[in-house]
């Protein structure tokens, strides 16, 4: 096993490498002496390039990558290669492995993340997307899901992921493979739960390390189990209205002005405004609403006069 993972490694590497150094040709784009062209299953030379230099910015998860019928290669990706608490994009690209060219049109389905608990000899998923799909209409090959670990790896339980993929009619499996998933630096967090209606929901900040001084969009997933708590945790149907307070508890808990609380999108996500004034570390209190404008979580709770159910992000 581990050396099929090494050689899908090395031939993403040979694809890289391959892919530097590209000139436009009449029939596709030249890259290092192989031609890509135009094909109905492929990008276009345009959109292979763009694809190339978006795969730049991110690392190759080995483990995480599948050969597909002897005929394609399916490779996955994260922003640093691995995983860490809390919300973790994924990244998707398709191949042939007979030219290399990236194919536009794959599908990605039953995403999973799960945990061994060791001492109880139990298992639990995570929050994950219910949909993988492209993001960007300058390169439709590359599609993105997330996951969002509830907590790191330990000597309590391990991670596995899990997930099935279609590329033009041929079909293929990760299997439930091992994977490390890192704690947050100490005094980060980025993923918390309240309970309200007997269930138990997550809220999960997205990215935060790309917050900025000043005004900021605020993206965060409210996820809840289902019955099967083995099957990832989708997207909660209850509509929420989240509130925030973010106070930074280094500076005598000055808060900032400008926010926005965070309501539902179309696609499922909510999204609000932040305004964080100054670098250094923001608690960002969290109140939960209904419809109605009840309190459901994070108004009862108060710690010292704010909310105890918040994220802490370090800008």
């Not at 926005?260 to 305004?275: A, C, E, F, M, P």
């Not at 670098?279 to 209904?290: E, F, N, S, Y």
Request: proline residues 3%; glycine residues 8%; negative net charge.
């Amino acid at each position: 096993m581990k050396l099929k993972v090494l050689a899908l490694f090395l031939a993403a590497v040979t694809l890289g490498l391959s892919s530097c150094n590209s000139n436009d040709d009449e029939n596709g784009i030249v890259i290092d002496g192989i031609t890509i062209t135009d094909d109905v299953d492929c990008c276009s030379a345009e959109e292979a390039l763009q694809v190339y230099k978006f795969l730049q910015t991110v690392k190759i998860i080995p483990e995480l990558s599948i050969e597909v019928d002897g005929k394609y290669n399916v490779w996955a990706y994260s922003q640093s290669g691995s995983f860490h608490t809390g919300y973790n994009e994924i990244y998707f690209v398709a191949t042939k492995k007979i030219s290399g060219n990236y194919i536009k049109k794959f599908n990605i389905k039953n995403l999973t993340p799960l945990m061994h608990m060791v001492k109880m000899d139990m298992y639990h998923s995570s929050p994950a997307s219910e949909g993988i799909e492209s993001f960007n209409d300058s390169y439709l090959a590359v599609q993105r899901g997330w996951v969002s670990f509830s907590m790191p790896t330990s000597e309590a339980g391990d991670w596995v992921l899990s997930y099935d993929v279609e590329v033009l009619g041929s079909s293929a499996q990760v299997e439930k493979t091992a994977i490390m998933v890192d704690a947050l630096p100490e005094g980060q967090e980025w993923v918390k739960s309240f309970k309200a209606n007997d269930k138990t929901y997550y809220l999960s900040i997205v990215n935060p390390t790309d917050f900025e001084t000043g005004k900021n969009t605020i993206e965060a997933y409210v996820s809840v189990p289902g019955e099967d708590r083995t099957a990832s945790f989708g997207l909660a149907k209850e509509e929420f209205t989240i509130e925030i307070d973010p106070r930074m508890p280094d500076m005598g808990n000055h808060t900032s002005p400008d926010n926005t609380s965070l309501v539902r999108q179309k696609d499922g996500s909510y999204q609000g405004i932040i305004n964080l004034t100054m670098t250094g570390l923001w608690r960002i209190h969290l109140t939960v609403k209904d419809t109605k404008g009840d309190v459901v979580a994070g108004g009862d709770d108060l710690k010292d006069g704010y909310s105890s159910l918040f994220w802490d992000v370090t800008l």
